[in-house]
């Protein structure tokens, strides 16, 4: 069954560093979104991504991140300058189709410390 | 401020069983409601969703029931198995091209032997 990968599974991180996650979604998909969890709390939507540009952001999604699909194939997630409320796991999913059956990725845990 | 959540935390039920998860929601404007199960370690995973203008959908082993009177949600499981043990999140679709998805804390369902 095609899967969502997400690398690195798991990225510690210095304060004021950048990280670049990265995630291949599903081939033939073309809605693709990042999602984030804080432990313990509520999965919640960081940005979406169609026809090569951002069609809705949260307002979690401030300067410090942006959003690339620099190839066919990979979908990256940048924050420039991490702070420690960033600590986080950090999901990619990817849709075929406008509905609500996303595929997600395994996520990254990205720690800042 | 949030619309999704969920009455129970945790849920632990013997196998065999049938499971009842519960969500409250606020947003009368929802389109769909969805549930996602989410196994250790994973992503969350697409179990079934609900237009807002249904009462009743079922799928494999599974049924959610939507009452818009009281704005309560709940997915049923049949026949429990370990394997069902995971997160399960309630989550809304307010509508708008990018289905945007927002979650609901989340309550652990355990399926004792």
């Known amino acids: 069954e095609p899967e969502v990968t997400q690398t690195p599974s798991h990225q510690v991180t210095q304060m004021g560093q950048e990280v670049i996650l990265r995630c291949v979604p599903i081939?033939?998909?073309?809605?693709f979104y990042w999602y984030r969890q804080i432990l313990g709390q509520k999965v919640e939507f960081l940005v979406s991504?169609?026809?090569?540009?951002?069609?809705?952001k949260s307002e979690i999604f401030d300067d410090q991140f942006s959003v690339e699909r620099p190839d066919g194939s990979n979908f990256t997630l940048k924050i420039r300058s991490t702070k420690l409320e960033d600590s986080a796991m950090y999901f990619c999913?990817?849709?075929?189709?406008?509905?609500?059956?996303?595929?997600f990725g395994s996520g990254t845990r990205l720690t800042v410390v | 401020g949030e619309s999704v959540g969920l009455h129970l935390p945790t849920l632990s039920v013997q196998e065999g069983d049938n499971s009842i998860i519960n969500c409250a929601y606020s947003?009368?404007?929802?389109?769909?409601f969805i549930w996602y199960k989410q196994e250790s370690g994973k992503g969350p995973q697409f179990i079934i969703d609900?237009?807002?203008?249904?009462d009743k959908r079922q799928g494999q082993r599974v049924t959610v029931l939507l009452n818009k009177t009281v704005k309560h949600l709940s997915l049923q499981i049949a026949a429990t198995q370990p394997g069902d043990s995971a997160v399960y999140f309630c989550a809304e679709n307010r509508g708008g091209s990018n289905y945007k998805l927002t979650f609901g804390k989340g309550t652990l369902l355990t399926v004792n032997p």
């Open positions: 947003n009368s404007a929802s389109d769909y």
């Open positions: 081939s033939n998909h073309l809605y």
């Open positions: 991504f169609y026809n090569n540009e951002i069609s809705e």
């Open positions: 999913a990817s849709n075929r189709d406008r509905d609500n059956s996303y595929t």
């Open positions: 609900i237009r807002s203008n249904m």
